[in-house]
C-alpha cells in the first residue's frame, strides 16, 4: 500500500478525529468536517443547542488546514500524520478550536518577547479484559512506585511504546511505573509550546493504540479505579526571551528563594484563578475523585517549592531547567485548552501584578495554609470557570461556552453512575 495521510484534529472532548486520505493530499492542503462534531458527546449523544456547533443550522462544514511541514511519520504501516488547525469556511479561525487556544496563549505571551516552553508528564493506568469481558488492572503484582522491568511491566508493552517513539523522533524523558500498579508516567522533553503539545498528543494516541494491539487498554482518565490514586497531567512551562535564556531564571539556583518578578507573576496568576482553571484543565466527573485534600493532586489554593503536595510547585533547579509545575490538570483535559489555560492565568497574573500569598508551610495531609481548593463536583467547577470572566475572555469565550454547556450534560449524564459505570463512560476516548 501506497503512504496515505492520517489527518487529525482533538475535539472538545480530547478525542482524536480525523480522516485517511490518499497520499496526493501529503503537502499542504486540507478536508472538510461538520462542525456538529462540537455538539457530540463521549455517548454519541449530539446536543442540538450546543453554542456555536451549528446543530440547528444545518450542520455546516468547517476546514482542517495542514502544512507540509508538520506531516510526520506514523506507526501505522504507509502512514502519514497531521495535526492541523479548524477554520470555518469563510477563512476565519474556528473559536472553538483548541489548537488555536494555545496559538493564541503563545501569541498573547510573545508580546512581552517570551515564548513559551512546555514538558507534560503523562499518568495512565493499564487495563485488561477479564474472562466475563469486563476490564480490570493489567496484571502486574511486582509493580512499585519506580518499577522497572517486567515485575511491573511483565509483557514490556512499554518497551514496544519506547521503541516506536525514539524511531519517530519523540523526545522521551523517562518511562516508570507510578505509586499504584498497573499505572505508569510518561514525560517528554521541554520544548516550544505548540510542538510539545503536538507531540504529547500524538505520542498518547500512538500508545493508546500499540497498548490495543497487545490486548490492553492504556486509560488517561483521572480515576479508573475507585480504590487506587489518581492520573494527572503535569504541565511544566518556562519562558525563552529574546536572547534565548530561561526568563525564568534569576541566576545558577532555583527554587521559591530565587524568584524572579516574572515567576512571581505567574504564580500569582495561578493561584487568582485556581478555581476557574478547574473547570477547564479537570474536565470530567471522574476529575473530582481525584481531586481531592491530601491526594497530592492539584486541589489546594496554594504553591510551594519541593513540596507535592502544592498546586503550582516551583522547581529547585535554575538556570536552564528553571521553570513551573502545575500539578492540577488531567489526560481527561484537551491538551490544547489546558495548556493554554495555564499559560493564560500565569499571564494574567503577570500583567496585572496579581499578589503572590505566602507560600504553603503544611505538609498538604493533615495541615495546610490554603484556604480553599476546587468545586466537589464537575458542575461547582464550570460554575467557577464561567464566573472567572478575565480568564474566559483569555482562553476564548466561544471556546468555553461551548465547554460549559457540554459539561454540564456530562454532568446530569454521570452523576448518579457507580466507578464502573463511570469506567464503561470514559474508558474508550480518555
Not at 522547581?315 to 493554554?340: F, I, Q, W
Not at 490554603?370 to 476564548?396: F, I, K, S
Request: charged share 25%.
Amino acid at each position: 500500500m501506497s503512504d496515505r495521510l492520517r489527518a487529525l484534529f482533538i475535539d472538545h472532548l480530547s478525542i482524536p478525529r480525523g480522516k485517511y486520505l490518499p497520499g496526493s493530499k501529503i503537502g499542504d492542503d486540507a478536508s472538510r468536517f461538520a462542525r456538529a462534531t462540537f455538539g457530540v458527546h463521549y455517548d454519541r449523544d449530539l446536543l442540538l443547542d450546543a453554542p456555536h456547533a451549528m446543530v440547528r443550522d444545518g450542520m455546516p462544514d468547517m476546514e482542517l488546514r495542514w502544512q507540509a511541514a508538520d506531516i510526520r511519520d506514523s506507526w501505522e504501516p504507509a502512514t502519514k500524520v497531521v495535526l492541523g488547525d479548524l477554520y470555518d469556511t469563510d477563512g476565519a479561525p474556528l473559536p472553538l478550536c483548541p489548537r488555536g487556544a494555545l496559538k493564541r496563549a503563545i501569541a498573547d505571551w510573545q508580546v512581552h518577547g517570551l515564548t513559551p516552553k512546555v514538558g507534560i508528564e503523562l499518568e495512565a493506568y493499564a487495563l485488561q479484559g477479564d474472562e466475563s469481558g469486563r476490564l480490570r488492572p493489567y496484571d502486574a503484582p511486582g509493580g512499585v512506585v519506580y518499577g522497572t522491568g517486567p515485575f511491573s511491566d511483565p509483557m514490556r508493552v512499554n518497551d514496544l511504546i519506547w521503541r516506536k517513539a525514539e524511531e519517530l523522533g519523540f523526545r522521551l524523558d523517562m518511562i516508570t511505573a507510578e505509586f499504584d500498579s498497573p499505572q505508569f508516567e510518561y514525560t517528554l522533553s521541554f520544548d516550544d509550546a505548540l510542538k510539545a503539545v503536538d507531540d504529547i498528543v500524538l505520542f498518547r494516541l500512538m500508545a493508546r493504540e500499540i497498548a490495543l494491539d497487545h490486548g490492553m487498554i492504556l486509560t488517561f482518565m483521572p480515576k479508573p479505579i475507585s480504590e487506587m490514586g489518581g492520573s494527572g497531567m503535569h504541565i511544566n512551562f518556562s519562558f525563552t526571551d529574546g536572547n534565548g535564556q530561561n526568563a525564568l531564571a534569576s541566576g545558577p539556583l532555583g527554587g521559591p528563594d530565587h524568584l524572579n518578578d516574572l515567576a512571581r507573576g505567574c504564580l500569582g496568576g495561578l493561584v487568582h484563578h485556581h478555581k476557574g482553571l478547574a473547570g477547564l484543565i479537570a474536565p470530567t466527573a471522574t476529575s473530582y475523585l481525584r481531586l481531592q485534600p491530601g491526594s497530592l493532586s492539584g486541589y489546594w489554593q496554594n504553591w510551594g517549592g519541593d513540596h507535592r503536595a502544592v498546586t503550582t510547585r516551583v522547581s529547585c533547579e535554575g538556570g536552564v531547567k528553571a521553570r513551573l509545575e502545575h500539578r492540577m490538570a488531567d489526560a481527561s483535559a484537551n491538551p490544547y485548552t489546558a495548556t493554554a489555560a495555564v499559560l493564560q492565568a500565569a499571564r494574567l497574573g503577570y500583567e496585572g501584578k496579581l499578589p503572590l500569598p505566602p507560600i504553603e508551610t503544611g505538609d498538604g495531609f493533615d495541615k495546610t495554609d490554603a484556604r480553599q481548593g476546587v468545586a466537589d463536583n464537575l458542575r461547582g467547577a464550570v460554575r467557577d470557570l464561567q464566573a472567572d470572566t478575565a480568564l474566559v475572555q483569555a482562553v476564548g469565550p466561544k471556546l468555553v461556552e461551548n465547554h460549559a454547556f457540554m459539561k454540564e450534560r456530562e454532568f446530569r449524564k454521570t452523576r448518579d453512575l457507580e466507578p464502573d459505570a463511570l469506567l464503561d463512560f470514559y474508558v474508550w476516548f480518555v
